[in-house]
């Protein structure tokens, strides 16, 4: 299944890849502080998402490539929108 960057719902409960280095938040939203940052080929468990301004933001454990796991928002486009 694909996610719609319009539609929060559908990013929920899935996995995905982050195709872009971004910036994971404390929070939905550039507004909030950046807890840490991801690169291409982590992986993100979708547990919850919003929308912020017109764009979906999603929150849950991100894998990253040293095998560590932290947790935190980020933008959906920074993610493939195809579930992997």
């Known amino acids: 299944g ?3 960057y319009r ?5 929920v409960g899935k996995t995905f890849l982050v195709e872009d280095d971004a910036n994971v938040r404390s929070d939905g ?14 992986k993100i468990v979708v547990k919850k998402a919003k929308m912020v301004d ?14 560590t796991t932290k947790e935190g928002w980020i933008y959906a486009y920074a993610l493939s929108n195809k579930q992997n």
């Open 54 to 67: 017109d764009a979906v933001w999603v929150q849950g454990p991100i894998t990253k490539k040293d095998g």
């Open 29 to 42: 939203g550039t507004q909030n502080s950046v807890i840490f940052n991801v690169d291409p080929g982590e």
């Open 2 to 4: 694909d996610a719609d």
């Open 7 to 11: 539609d929060p719902d559908s990013w």
